[in-house]
């Protein structure tokens, strides 16, 4: 069965750095899937990769079996993939519902239906509702986060990447955040990949994973299995070594 989302043997180079080497790996329709690995060890560039943001120097990036790789980010996004960038990156000066309609700017409908949009968003997000007007800037981490996930769904996702979703929010924060995650899969059937540092957090939510040592996938696996395999903190170490 074709996967959703799928690269084969991708290797990119920031110059002579070998950053991804033969990285492959497969995201089926209604998964969450984690991606772990230390510090440098090429999660960024992964979704970076994906999202058109970088350009591998060899291997393939399919999405529902089609290659994406002369897509720009714009056509990428318009063929089903949504970001979470890490640390948000809302628009600051912006209201809430301004950034919700910069979520919808590669599609194609009628004003009616982007009021629709926005009210399915609201209905999720109540908070986001009740604040429409306030400027996203005044709000605190969590509440952008929502924000952001808010505006990926805008676009009418397949699949969302999301890059350290759960980054310098407070404990009860991160656990609302996770929720959020398992809703937008469980509801509405959207494939989640997630980059994370915290295995814990990551495969708490997730079905499978992936572990990224130094540019290299070292183990891979649903998240039980992972979670009881030994070799999962000593990857750790030796990424946060490298």
Known sequence: ????????????????????????????????????????????????TILRLVKPRSGEVLLEGRSILSDTTAGVVRHGVASVPEARRVFPEMTIEENLLVG????????????????????????????????AGTMSGGEQQ???????????????????????????????????????????GIAVFMVEQSAELALSIAHRGYVLVNGVVRLQGTAAELLANP??????????AA
């Open 104 to 135: 919808a700017h590669t599609r194609r409908g009628s004003a009616r239906m982007l009021r629709a949009d926005l009210a399915a968003q609201y209905e999720m997000f109540p908070r986001l509702g009740e604040r429409r007007r306030q400027l």
């Open 1 to 48: 069965m074709t996967a959703l989302l799928e690269t084969r043997d991708v290797n990119v180079y920031y110059g002579e750095f070998h950053a991804l080497q033969d990285v492959s790996y497969r995201i089926e329709r209604g998964e969450i899937v984690s991606l772990l690995g230390g510090n440098a060890c090429g999660k960024s560039t992964t979704m970076k």
């Open 231 to 240: 070799e999962i903190r000593e990857a750790y170490l030796g990424a946060t």
């Open 146 to 188: 929502m924000l952001a996930f808010a505006r990926a769904l805008m676009s009418h996702p397949k699949l969302i990447c999301m890059d350290e979703p759960t980054m310098g929010l407070a404990p009860i924060v991160v656990d609302q955040v996770l929720e959020s995650i398992r809703r937008i899969n469980r509801e509405l």
